[in-house]
């Protein structure tokens, strides 16, 4: 099994980021655990903060870990020669974090943004594939970033109708 911490090119901050602090070795699909680490991050931070700070927080909060995750996920990348390890994970937490901007903290909504974040992610419509072969980290981290934005629009729009409560 290949593990980041094993090599010497990949270096201890990067591998932390990209694989969310070890989250992305779990297996199976650590691509889903790594979508679950982001969604539980934002339930416990979203609970303590009151809640006309949230959608603002969760938005800042995914811009940090997509800046952090696309220099991390390029040298994780690169120390192994792979276009996308499957440990990379802050990917999964980064769109994870956009699906669920503006999301009540409800069971519903948590249930709702991972579904429908997991299946835009392995669905890939377009241009979410075509984000894919950007170069390195950028492709690895923006394709998920955009699957993100798909479910937080479906997400806005199960909100506006009444859907999820």
């Known amino acids: 099994m290949e593990k980041a911490l094993g090599n010497p090119r990949a270096s201890l901050w990067s591998t932390l980021i990209a694989t969310f602090f070890g989250i992305g070795y779990m297996k199976p699909g650590p691509g889903t655990w ?16 009151p809640a006309s700070a949230r959608t603002l927080t969760v938005i800042i909060l995914a811009a940090v ?14 120390a ?7 440990f990379v994970v802050i990917d999964e ?17 948590f249930l709702a943004g991972f579904i429908l974040f997991r299946a835009f992610d392995i669905v890939k419509p ?8 950007l170069p390195e980290g950028t492709g690895i981290v923006l394709d998920d970033v955009a699957a993100g934005l798909y479910a937080l629009g479906v997400m ?10």
């Open 34 to 49: 790594g979508s679950a680490a982001g969604l539980i991050l934002w339930a416990v931070l979203a609970s303590q903060l």
């Open 65 to 78: 870990v997509t800046l952090i995750g696309i220099p991390a996920a390029t040298q994780v990348a690169r």
């Open 80 to 86: 192994f020669a792979k276009k996308d390890p499957q």
């Open 93 to 109: 937490v980064a769109g994870q974090l956009i699906a669920l901007i503006a999301a009540p903290l409800t069971w519903k909504t």
């Open 126 to 133: 377009p241009p979410v594939r075509q984000l894919e072969k």
């Open 156 to 165: 806005q729009l199960l909100h506006h109708w009444e859907l999820l409560k």
